[in-house]
T-cell receptor
């Protein structure tokens, strides 16, 4: 079965602390994985995708096929990082399966 | 470029009615996907259209349907509304499959 899990519904970290948002997936094919972010009162937007191996706003994510994980990391959290983060798996023809999301709160 | 637009932004209906939501993709984008977002179920894939053809469908009853026009604009229709259909309906467009999806602001549907 195709599934994306994010074990933490809520995550609070202090400003300047490292942050890691966990994501695990279940998919028999070759995964296309993404992180989407939704800031307060803004629309959902792509943060990064594994295939591009970019670092956006200081965030990185490494695909670990052995552990079927795609954790999102940032070495120093900023207050503006507070948002809802969704891990997503794209299967065929834009069928995207989203995880339940993790709400990140960065404490000043 | 203008972003994805969705109309209406808010809608209130009663049980048993039907509703049509509209999505205008970014100019040049040919793929349009629809999602339902609820507090309990999160974001769930409804269907995806490309060049007026439905290519993929999520696990929703037949009351949920959609279509895409030759200009790539898309509509989704929900017939015989139920209370559980209350949700934020998001539309996303992309150039093609596996390209970045850009989301619209959503239509907030409330079923009374």
């Amino acid at each position: 079965a195709q599934r994306v899990t994010q074990p933490e519904k809520l995550l609070s970290v202090f400003k300047g602390a490292p942050v890691e948002l966990k994501c695990n997936y279940s998919y028999s094919g070759s995964p296309e994985l993404f992180w989407y972010v939704q800031y307060s009162r803004q629309r959902l937007q792509l943060l990064l995708r594994h295939i591009s191996r970019e670092s956006i706003k200081g965030f990185t994510a490494d695909l670990n096929k052995g552990e079927t994980s795609f954790h999102l990391k940032k070495p120093f959290a900023q207050e503006e990082d507070s948002a809802m983060y969704y891990c997503a798996l794209e299967t065929s023809y834009d069928k995207v399966i989203f995880g339940p999301g993790t709400s990140l709160s960065v404490i000043p | 470029k203008a972003g994805v637009t969705q109309t209406p932004r808010y809608l209130i209906k009663t049980r048993g009615q039907q509703v049509t939501l509209s999505c205008s993709p970014i100019s040049g984008h040919r793929s349009v996907s629809w999602y339902q977002q609820t507090p309990g179920q999160g974001l769930q894939f409804l269907f995806e259209y490309f060049s007026e053809t439905q290519r993929n469908k999520g696990n929703f009853p037949g009351r949920f349907s959609g279509r895409q026009f030759s200009n790539s604009r898309s509509e989704m229709n929900v017939s015989t509304l139920e209370l559980g259909d209350s949700a934020l309906y998001l539309c996303a467009s992309s150039l093609e499959a596996y390209y970045t999806q850009y989301f619209g602001p959503g239509t907030r549907l409330t079923v009374l």
